[in-house]
């Protein structure tokens, strides 16, 4: 299995995690989702990464599909089987997903907008959202326990948070902090896959 991928981004990284955590190899295939000629653009026709290129010629993308797929691979152990236990986990994954994405556009609006026309006010909506979803899990963090889907694509988004915004939401979240240390502990792959 190839993984088109870059090393920066979030949910990349949330599928080399789930990977390791299953004790499945993931072959790295980078791409540039701003060159027109990589083929990324025919494997995934939304022309975004991650992109998992099976062996049978089957191409899956969005990072929750590729983690569904290497879970069921490795033997069902990410997304719980119990109704409650799944869908909160689940729900974990789409906060957490939600969280990496507003921070993403945030991000693009600078590298890809020039000086002077970006747009202020959708800055702070996408901030915003951030905001929210972070507050909302200092509330109550993720339980201890088994290591699931919505655990690691939270690791990967305050990952990219620590990566792409100095690390300024630790400040006044002590409780995720302390949730990622943990998870870092208990994952050792997360510091692993950090970005260069």
């Known amino acids: 299995m190839r993984l088109r991928h870059s090393p920066a981004s979030p949910f990349v990284?949330?599928?080399?995690?789930?990977?390791?955590?299953?004790?499945?190899?993931?072959?790295?295939?980078?791409c540039d989702t701003t060159d027109p000629t990589d083929s990324i653009s025919q494997q995934n026709p939304l022309g975004k990464i991650p992109a998992l290129l099976?062996?049978?010629?089957?191409?899956?993308?969005?990072?929750a599909v590729i983690v569904a797929y290497l879970d069921h691979l490795g033997g069902d152990k990410l997304i719980p089987a119990e109704p409650k236990a799944r869908f909160a986990a689940l729900k974990l994954e789409a906060l957490a997903d939600g969280i990496?994405?507003?921070?993403?556009?945030?991000?693009?609006?600078?590298?890809?907008?020039?000086?002077?026309?970006?747009?202020?006010?959708?800055?702070?909506?996408?901030?915003?959202?951030?905001?929210?979803?972070l507050a909302t899990l200092e509330a109550s963090p993720p339980a201890d326990g088994p290591v699931t889907n919505g655990d690691i694509a939270l690791a990967c988004a305050l990952g990219y948070l620590d990566y792409r915004f100095k690390g300024e939401w630790r400040a006044t979240h002590p409780r995720l902090v302390a949730w990622l240390e943990g998870f870092g502990q208990r994952v050792p792959a997360f510091a692993a896959t950090v970005a260069p």
């Not at 993403?104 to 800055?123: A, C, H, N, T």
């Open 54 to 63: 099976l062996d049978d010629g089957e191409v899956l993308f969005d990072s």
């Open 13 to 30: 990284r949330k599928c080399r995690l789930a990977a390791a955590v299953l004790g499945l190899t993931l072959d790295l295939d980078p």
């Open 100 to 133: 990496a994405d507003a921070a993403l556009l945030q991000i693009y609006e600078g590298r890809y907008r020039p000086e002077g026309m970006q747009v202020q006010s959708w800055l702070d909506r996408q901030a915003g959202k951030v905001a929210r979803g």
